[in-house]
């Protein structure tokens, strides 16, 4: 990994490389250098992002739409509040491949810090951020393309787990517990996906959003201000249900994404009201009544859809998400089913 950090047009020579971060799909490094610099290496997961070009190409877009928003504005340490991803030496790519993995630098942002519980004030921070975040791209005209297709599809997600079911690749669909879990889940599969549908009659726009806002996405400084908000592989057209609905999945659930213990997992309506807040404040200027009148849907379908995809993947064998141990993506979706029904 050293050898690749040394691809990036870093300042100095690399004396440093270790894990950072608790996603679950790209491995993370934090990468330090002789001149005394940072950096972020990510080892992008090609299996999950199939088109690299595309993902590199909507994250410049993204961050240079932003980073002339903020200048326009007249802010300060615009590098705190936006990433800035550091080119290869030799072209101006901004992705390292030997064929078979991809790799990516950002330059890492000092004296920041992540979260994983929020106060309602902080949430208050939190659903500024994402409303201006959404708002600062709702004029970029560049092309944003789907990371991954669909990503936020219910229709799909169904489609997906009727999929897995049919397969039943490791035998799991036999077991009682999941052959209950799924005529439950399947009560509520039409309500849930009630946006697809209206978008179809065109009356639920998409626009560009984050599209993975759990807390562990922003970066606050260390009085507790929001920075920027991180991880922008899926930064694609969507409903503006993904970015509230996904922040308040992890934001107002008082348990863990994977609690085994389902009595701590319940919704917190005090986050709940302070995240609202603060993304109507910052994002009324765009959204239509519709879309603040089915905020709440946007609260109930993350966790749902969450549960279907955890149980999705584990019925088709833990192919997707990084697991802990055998039973780990079947106790996620019971802890994320939870809180979709409190
Ligand atoms: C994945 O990579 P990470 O941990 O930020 C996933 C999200 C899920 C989340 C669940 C590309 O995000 O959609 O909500 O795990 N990202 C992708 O924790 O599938
Ligand atoms: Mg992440």
């Known amino acids: 990994m050293e050898k690749i950090a040394q691809y990036f047009a870093i300042e100095g020579y690399v004396t440093d490389v270790r894990p950072l971060g608790n996603g679950l799909i790209n491995d993370t490094y934090l990468v330090s250098a002789s001149e005394g610099k940072r950096y972020v290496l990510q080892r992008i997961n090609h299996a999950i992002f199939k088109d690299v070009d595309l993902l590199q190409r909507n994250i410049a877009y993204v961050t240079a739409h932003i980073r002339a928003k903020l200048t326009a504005a007249g802010e300060n340490d615009i590098d705190r509040k936006v990433l800035r991803f550091i080119p290869l030496k030799d072209s101006q790519s901004t992705y390292y491949t030997d064929g078979k993995s991809y790799w990516r630098m950002s330059a890492f942002i000092e004296d920041s810090v992540t979260v994983e519980t929020v106060t309602p004030e902080s949430s208050y921070c939190a659903g500024k951020a994402f409303g201006e975040f959404q708002s600062m791209l709702v ?50 599969i039409y309500e849930m996906c009630k946006a697809e549908r209206l978008h179809r009659e065109g009356i639920l726009p998409k626009r560009i959003c984050h599209c993975d806002t759990k807390v562990s996405n922003m970066l606050f400084d260390k009085s507790g201000e929001v920075l920027c908000v991180i991880d922008l592989d899926t930064v694609m057209p969507s409903f503006i249900f993904s970015d509230f609905g996904d922040f308040l999945r992890s934001a107002a659930n008082t348990g863990k994404e994977d609690d085994a213990d389902l009595d701590n997992v319940q919704f917190n309506m005090e986050i709940f009201k302070a995240f609202a807040k603060g993304y109507i404040e910052s994002a009324k200027v765009f959204l239509t009544p519709l879309e603040i009148e089915m905020l709440p849907y946007a609260a109930q379908l993350f966790p749902y859809m969450q549960a279907v995809r955890f149980l999705a993947d584990y019925i088709n064998g833990d192919t997707y998400y990084q697991t802990k141990y055998a039973e780990h993506n079947l106790v996620r979706t019971k802890a994320q089913y939870k809180l979709y029904q409190e």
Do not use: W, Y
């Open 139 to 188: 004029d970029i005209t560049e092309p944003i393309g789907e990371t991954i297709p669909d990503f936020h599809n219910m229709e799909l997600r169904a489609r997906q787990l009727r999929d897995a079911v049919a397969k039943d690749l490791v035998g799991r669909c036999s077991e009682p517990e999941i052959c209950a879990f799924l005529s439950e889940i399947d009560l509520h």
